[in-house]
């Protein structure tokens, strides 16, 4: 009995011996070789879709993730690029980056020149419409403007674009005005507006 019970520990001991030689020998692995890319705060596995390809630069597509709802294919309100090397997704706007808690919807993108980040429209629940350049990180946003203090209604998102030099963002908005009472409405029109990001903080303050 008593040379049962030892070796019963010693096989004990060497089932423990072998799960922590496992284990050290999965410590001390190479790291898995990757191509050389922007280090983001959030990694996925993948959106459940792709909605619309907005840019591309160098190995990296930025595009608006999908979701299915009552059977159609929506935007998710995220930003999400793709390394097309290894075919891996990374959520680029993951939750907090405009504010802890804060719900928000991102649409449209251009890629800021040397991979300094990307600009895009950002929605949040009755705040208008903003203009913000976030970090290809995915942990820094700066808030460039909105629709309010650019005197316009609505930003097309989908016509956004940076100049060569990055100092310049153009793109298109709807301009709202209200006829004379007697006419009984308003009137739209478009027009190209360009934003100076120059002359912007080259750190602006993250808008909450």
């Known amino acids: 009995m008593i040379g049962l019970r030892i070796f019963g520990v010693r096989r004990a001991l060497g089932w423990a011996s072998l799960c922590w ?15 050389a890319g922007p280090r983001l705060a959030e990694v996925r596995a993948a959106p459940e879709g792709v909605y619309r390809e907005l840019a591309v630069q160098g190995d990296w597509l930025l595009f608006e993730g999908a979701r299915t709802a009552f059977g159609q294919q929506l935007p998710d309100g995220r930003l999400w690029l793709l390394e097309r090397a290894s075919g891996s997704y990374r959520l680029l706007t993951p939750a907090g980056l405009f504010g802890e808690g804060r719900a928000f919807f991102a649409s449209g993108g251009a890629f800021l020149p040397n991979g300094a980040g990307v600009v895009t429209k950002v929605n949040f629940d009755g705040d208008g419409e903003n203009l913000y350049r976030v970090a290809l990180t995915g942990e820094r946003a700066d808030f460039l403007g909105d629709a309010e203090t650019l005197g316009v209604a609505s930003i097309a998102e989908a016509t956004l674009e940076l100049s ?5 963002l153009r793109f298109e908005a709807t301009r709202v005005q209200l006829l004379p009472a007697a006419a009984d409405g308003w009137s739209e029109t478009r027009a190209t507006l360009t934003l100076e990001l120059s002359k912007l903080p080259a750190t602006g303050a993250r808008r909450r």
């Open 21 to 35: 030689l496992v284990l050290a020998l999965t410590a001390c692995a190479a790291p898995e070789s990757r191509p």
């Open 164 to 168: 060569e030099d990055g100092q310049q």
